[in-house]
């Protein structure tokens, strides 16, 4: 298995906080790797930074073991849901076919087999009798599949989602991770940032725990343990051994 | 941020009448690109710099180059010449008098603007959906946001002409904001609004040289008031008729699908 992300020392701040410090981590070709910390343990940041969206204060990036500018077309973006205005005049198939604009180019509209392929994206996530619906007219849900099939059009080999299952029902979050198995299976990378530890072991076969630097990162069978998770969480999540849950620690 | 702008391109009017003596259409709007252009980046300036958000970055700017160009102005009043008279109609706009060389030049302008969003239309539309996404196609964030700032610039320019600097950025703001009760669609947008402006302006014109001396900017203005209006009632998409006549429909179907009243009813009446 090659390494298709390579992190070696990485820090950023946020002004005067540093919010990630000394982060190295290597992610193997074809995993599926979930990102899991604490509010603030910059999981959000550490994506922005690897992607060139936030500016680092020290360490190295290396995808595919070049800089991101020169493979940028084989790394895929699924952000935030809250990071745009839904409010934009636009309906669900103009935002899939956004992700093939690098392939357009400029000057050139976007014609009939850029649609078709846009559709198809759609028809994946279960979204093609939306394709027309002006996207303010779309749930939380509707919405992430549609930021998530425009991702697809990408066609990248390495994809990193920002919380993809945030805020989604059942069947949209069982729907979505049919979609990242398919992935993997096709020999493709997915990050993601992850916020629900239950489902940590059911959906992902990496697990990266993640407060300002990396506690511990490694396959899930070995990797995902009360001692880890209490490492990362401090003391506020108690894990049960028998009956998977969260509690809240009384204060 | 075209309010600011076009607030900002005052002083530059009054410095390149200072600097040439000539009320030289052509000399006066480089002037105020240029002051425009100066004040859109000290906004960027404070904004980058200091805690200071771009909403009050742009308020200050906003007065403190409006305030200026009018102490200028005064300046320019006093050591008359009996030359500058019609200086401070670029306050309040001259679309009445403007000459032939005017209208080649706002033309000249205008197409150039067009152009360059025919361009790159659908990279325009990403960037201000979500640039985050355009800086992932190896878009250039940096670049297109000063190509914006001077397309802006340019089109505040090219209005000042006619509107002034006051009312300039009602006329950037209105028919968009119109458009958007119309359509979903951002194509549709653009055209609706370039459509509602020209309307605006048009019938403005009109009106105004119907009586002696009535100003013709102010007129413009208010017909694209005008045209909000009718677009926040009867737009198709979210008027507010529009959007009362889908909740009675749904109403309706809603009561009519719904069981018929109990007959009997358990409790006291």
């Known amino acids: 298995m090659t390494d298709v992300l390579q992190v070696e020392k990485l820090s950023a701040a946020y002004r005067k906080n540093i919010i990630l410090n000394d982060v190295s981590f290597t992610i193997p070709q074809g995993t599926l790797t979930c990102i899991v910390g604490p509010n603030g343990a910059g999981k959000s940041t550490l994506i922005k930074v690897l992607l060139g969206l936030h500016p680092n204060l020290s360490g190295d990036v290396s995808f595919f073991g070049e800089l991101l500018k020169n493979v940028k077309k084989k790394v895929g973006y699924v952000p935030q849901r809250g990071s745009v205005d839904w409010d934009f005049p636009t309906d669900a198939l103009d935002v899939v076919m956004m992700g093939m604009y690098g392939q357009i180019g400029w000057v050139k509209w976007p014609n009939k087999s850029h649609k078709e392929k846009a559709l198809d994206a759609l028809r994946k996530v279960g979204m093609a009798d939306y394709a027309n619906r002006q996207i303010s007219e779309l749930s939380g849900g509707q919405q992430q599949r549609v930021f998530l099939a425009r991702a697809l059009i990408q066609n990248a080999d390495l994809y990193f989602m920002d919380e993809p299952l945030a805020g989604v029902d059942a069947a949209t979050e069982r729907a979505i991770m049919a979609i990242l198995r398919e992935l993997k299976k096709e020999g493709k990378t997915v990050l993601v940032v992850h916020h629900d530890l239950q489902t940590v072991e059911d959906y992902f076969d990496q697990v990266l725990f993640l407060n300002r630097t990396v506690v511990a990162h490694g396959a899930i069978t070995s990797t995902f343990t009360a001692n880890n998770i209490k490492k990362t969480y401090g003391g506020t999540v108690r894990w049960l051994k028998e009956g998977i849950g969260i509690v809240h620690s009384t204060i | ?269």
């Open chain 2, 1 to 269: 941020m075209s309010d600011a702008l076009s607030h900002a391109a005052l002083p530059g009017v009054v410095i390149s009448f200072l600097i040439f003596q000539e009320k030289d259409f052509f000399l006066l709007i480089i002037g105020a690109t240029i002051s425009a252009l100066l004040g859109a980046f000290l906004i960027m300036l404070i904004k980058s710099t200091t805690r200071i958000t771009s909403d009050t970055a742009m308020g200050l700017i906003l007065a403190v180059f409006f305030g200026g160009g009018i102490v200028l102005l005064t300046v320019v009043n006093r050591n008359s010449n009996g030359n500058q008279a019609g200086l401070d109609s670029f306050i309040y706009g001259q679309a009445a008098s403007m000459i032939w060389s005017d209208v080649v030049i706002t033309t000249i302008l205008a197409a150039t603007v067009i152009l360059i969003i025919l361009i790159g239309f659908k990279e325009w539309k990403l960037l201000l959906f979500d640039p985050n996404f355009a800086k992932g196609l190896n878009l250039s964030i940096k670049g297109m946001n000063t190509v914006y700032l001077i397309i802006l610039v340019l089109t505040i320019v090219i209005g000042i002409q006619a509107v002034g600097v006051i009312l300039m950025s009602a006329l950037l703001i209105i028919p968009p904001v119109s458009a958007r009760y119309w359509t979903h669609s951002f194509r549709k947008m653009m055209w609706l609004s370039g459509l509602f402006g020209g309307m605006a302006g048009t019938i403005g014109t009109t009106i105004s040289a119907l009586g002696s001396g009535w100003p013709t900017g102010p007129f413009i203005v208010m017909i694209s008031g005008l045209i909000f209006l009718l677009s926040l009632f009867f737009g198709a998409k979210k008027g507010i008729v529009v959007e009362y006549l889908i909740f009675r429909n749904k109403k309706n179907e809603v009561l009519k699908l719904m069981p018929p009243a109990q007959i009997v009813r358990e409790g006291k009446r």
